[in-house]
């Protein structure tokens, strides 16, 4: 991906990235590219650099407040999730090159070391031998080598987030079941690992990063009735406030798509002083753009 090819005079652009790895060493796990090699992140940081100008979601913050435009050609690096690799891989390399980024922790993760429902699902699928998967939209699959086991992970993929009404980590748990694990929600190693909360100190002092909320659990917000709404954003706040001294001006919905988040899920964070909020719909935003709608361009 040209990461530069995206950048514009007139408008400001945000990336989205999850993770940054050493190498890949996995031949199913990690196919989405989702976590990024070191060098080919590297690489991609600097040919933005040389074509544009780093600024902070602060910054573009603040230029919507009536503070200074944004230079030509703005861009904003952004993390969702919380992975350790964050702040032992891609931090390093942000800070070698003066780049400011926005790191968006999901509070659960970083108190049990949780997978996300897709990663507990893709850790099985790649542990597994042979094996048939029964889906409750219906059909089965059948998968042995690595090439089926990544389609049929982008089949559960394609599924399971316009699925109306489904337990998400319910079917990670029905799906591990079916391949002979044990209900898991935790994993060691570069794609899993989660920092913890004195790690998240760490990264939230470096002062070319800011650390900000993504839910407690990460569902989907939209889809919660107005109490489990209120509980989920409210845990997430707390322990960022009571673990990590971090306020809520910063936060990213889970999943990010048009149907994630809502005019009472915007009205609920605002509430709670959260002032600048991006989705992860593609597309890039000016000056005019609402902070609570900013596009944001997934960097693989």
Not at 1 to 13: E, N, T
Not at 56 to 72: F, R, Y
Not at 82 to 87: A, D, K, S
Not at 107 to 121: A, G, K, P, Q
């Amino acid at each position: 991906m040209d990461y530069a090819s995206r950048l514009r005079d007139d408008r400001f652009v945000i990336f989205l990235f999850h993770g940054v790895i050493e190498r890949q060493t996995d031949p199913v796990r990690n196919y989405t590219r989702k976590h990024l090699e070191r060098d080919y992140f590297a690489s991609r940081l600097r040919s933005l650099i040389e074509a544009g100008h780093p600024v902070s979601m602060d910054e573009i913050a603040e230029s919507h407040s009536g503070g200074a435009d944004l230079p030509p050609k703005s861009f904003a690096i952004t993390f969702d999730d919380g992975f350790l690799n964050n702040l032992t891989v891609a931090a390093p390399v942000l800070a070698d090159l003066s780049i400011p980024a926005t790191f968006y922790v999901t509070s659960d993760f970083i108190e049990s070391n949780r997978m996300s429902w897709v990663d507990r699902i893709e850790w099985a699928v790649a542990l597994s031998g042979p094996a048939s998967l029964r889906f409750p939209w219906g059909g089965t699959n059948a998968f042995a080598s690595d090439e089926e086991k990544r389609q049929v992970m982008s089949e559960i993929r394609k599924r399971a987030k316009t699925e109306p009404g489904l337990d998400l980590d319910g079917l990670a748990t029905d799906l591990q079941h079916q391949l002979g694990f044990p209900e898991t929600w935790a994993a060691d190693g570069a794609l899993d690992s989660k920092m913890s909360w004195s790690q998240v100190k760490e990264l939230e002092a470096h002062p070319l990063f800011e650390v900000g909320g993504h839910s407690h659990n990460h569902g989907i917000l939209a889809l919660l009735d107005e109490e489990s709404l209120e509980r989920e954003l409210d845990l997430s706040l707390s322990l960022l406030r009571d673990r990590a001294g971090i306020g809520p001006r910063h936060y990213s919905y889970p999943e990010g798509l048009a149907h994630c988040f809502s005019d009472q899920v915007i009205a609920k964070l605002k509430e709670r002083g959260t002032v600048i909020c991006p989705t992860a719909i593609d597309g890039d935003n000016d000056r005019a753009s609402d902070l609570f709608h900013l596009r944001r361009i997934m960097a693989v």
